[in-house]
């Protein structure tokens, strides 16, 4: 009798042990599945789960298009001719990643002078191309790697205010980058792009109608010491050339 009221007690012990781990009666105890107020748990892909662990959150997908909105007019913005002397030729343009400007030659003494956005940190590059094409609202097409780095881009954007390409790009040579207008005003003055240049909206348009297909575009790290300095005596500095105005949405 003694043995027996051991083993009675035990399974009891037991019973309340699985009571407290699987609730109820253990994973096997149906009780739960009689009541009124069950629940069944989510799928869980297969994997055995008596804990009832709660699987993370899957992102959905992104759409494969996504509509970039309106196309309004928007107002050029005249830069700042500044005094450039160099040996770049008259119609070219002129990027100086370290400084984040852009400036199109006037003569071997002017240049006019524009604010951009550069490639950030593993995305920078220099080298000589020329202008190819100059689209109005283009379309974007991200690629695969920055899709990969993002899914929640779209495979295709039409051009609009929310596309990142903005009202208008030229495109440099047979490469993927160009230069833009963009949807985010307030990155101009840093190294924000994956490679392209990005302008405010009034400057890209201001610089497409001066500027000729066939244009040469030479990408460099920083201007000679002395042009550096000429240039840094008429400009602000690269977080100071945005001002209120400016910063708005075009």
Request: proline fraction near 12%; charge should be positive; aromatic fraction near 10%.
């Amino acid at each position: 009798m003694v043995r027996i009221a051991f083993a009675v007690l035990a399974m009891a012990a037991i019973s309340d042990a699985a009571s407290a781990q699987w609730g109820w009666g253990g994973p096997w105890d149906d009780r739960p599945r009689r009541s009124p107020y069950y629940q069944p748990p989510p799928p869980n892909d297969g994997f055995f789960n008596p804990w009832g662990w709660e699987e993370p959150p899957r992102r959905p997908p992104a759409p494969k298009f996504r509509s970039g909105g309106g196309r309004p007019d928007v107002v050029p913005i005249e830069p700042k001719r500044i005094a450039f002397p160099s040996a770049f030729p008259a119609g070219s343009i002129v990027i100086d990643h370290k400084g984040r400007q852009l400036f199109l030659v006037q003569s071997a003494t002017e240049a006019l002078h524009y604010p951009i956005s550069v490639g950030r940190e593993g995305f920078a590059w220099t080298g000589t191309e020329t202008i190819s094409k100059v689209v109005d609202w283009p379309d974007w097409y991200p690629p695969e790697e920055m899709r990969t780095r993002d899914p929640s881009l779209p495979e295709h954007m039409s051009g609009g205010l929310r596309n990142p390409l903005g009202v208008k790009a030229l495109y440099l040579g047979k490469s993927l980058y160009r230069i833009h207008g963009t949807n985010e005003p307030r990155s101009i003055g840093r190294a924000a792009s994956s490679g392209c240049f990005r302008m405010l909206n009034g400057h890209v348009i201001d610089l497409a109608s001066r500027i000729q297909i066939g244009a040469p575009v030479t990408v460099i790290s920083r201007l000679p010491p002395e042009l550096e300095r000429t240039v840094a005596e008429q400009v602000r500095p690269a977080g100071e050339r945005i001002g209120a105005r400016e910063r708005r949405p075009s």
